[in-house]
């Protein structure tokens, strides 16, 4: 059960949800402000992040309920509780890419350009994101004791938080916030540099988040498994191996990033 955050007669606000949400707010201002730099309008941008906001929420959510039917198919009510956790990143990737795709084809705007400048805030809003699975007591890894804790110089309520049923866990969510951090940074600079091609930065990003999602998984308890393997694993390894071969693709066949320009004229709706 998440924590609550605010609660007003029968409104409460969970904490998972204000970092869901913290999220969502930092990366959409972060792509808006690139974006113009691109000639690409706020209203077109703010479209764009609505719709796979949503698509991106229902993806993670079906994604997990997917791999949890024996639970949800006797508690079907239960899936409409995202609150309560619940959603894979790799669903809420896959299809908040979809969308991105159709919505930018629809307006004739190039994929790879938009996708270069979705990426690094969509990793720093993982980073955010992924605290809220601290607050929701979830996606920790295995039974580790307090002095290792201490010896990582943790602030003293990440160790009380991963105090849980009388064990203390790995923190895997602060793990892969931290990378996620770092990996944002990587992004920017790595988009900044001048003889960096179109689609480059969108390789990297699935390289990066590949690599960091397989070392986690390795860690944590709560993965949704395929039979004997872990799915998330299986998926990063995808990420990896695609980012690698896009990576090769856009540095030999694509332009400049820099040098690369969405539209003549401003990008509306």
């Given amino acids: 059960m998440s924590k609550i955050a605010i609660s007003v007669g ?5 904490w998972y949800s204000i970092c869901i949400l913290l999220g969502i707010i930092i990366a959409s201002i972060l792509i808006n402000k690139e974006a113009k730099k691109n000639n690409i309008s706020t ?63 629809k307006y004739g705007v190039k ?26 007591a979830e996606a920790h890894g295995s039974v580790v004791s307090k002095t290792f804790l201490e010896q990582l110089h943790l602030p003293n309520f990440i160790i009380d938080g991963m105090h849980i049923g009388g ?36 390789a990297i990003y699935l390289i990066w988040y590949g690599v960091i999602r397989f070392f986690i998984e390795s860690l944590r308890t709560d993965s949704l498994m395929l039979g004997n393997i872990k799915v998330a ?22 332009k400049n990033y820099a040098d690369e320009v969405a539209s003549e004229n401003e990008i509306g709706v």
């Avoid at 998926?235 to 695609?242: E, G, Q």
Wanted: proline share 3%; charged share 10%; glycine share 8%.
């Fill in 10 to 14: 029968p409104i409460t606000v969970t």
């Fill in 167 to 202: 064990n203390y866990y790995h923190p895997t969510f602060l793990y892969e916030s931290i990378l996620c951090l770092i990996g944002f940074f990587v992004l920017i600079g790595f988009r900044s540099l001048k003889n960096t091609k179109l689609g480059n930065t969108t």
């Fill in 233 to 254: 694993q299986l998926v990063s390894i995808l990420m990896i191996i695609i980012g690698i071969v896009m990576f090769i693709i856009t540095k030999t066949k694509c």
């Fill in 43 to 105: 209203l077109f941008v703010t479209n764009l992040v609505f719709w796979c906001v949503v698509f991106g929420i229902l993806g993670a959510r079906a994604y997990y309920v997917i791999f949890n039917l024996d639970y949800y198919s006797v508690y079907p009510l239960e899936i409409i509780k995202i609150w309560n956790g619940g959603l894979a990143i790799h669903g809420g990737i896959i299809l908040g890419l979809i969308t991105l795709i159709i919505y930018c084809k």
């Fill in 111 to 136: 994929v790879l350009k938009i996708l270069d400048i979705v990426a690094p805030a969509v990793i720093l809003a993982q980073a955010i994101g992924r605290w809220g699975n601290f607050f929701n």
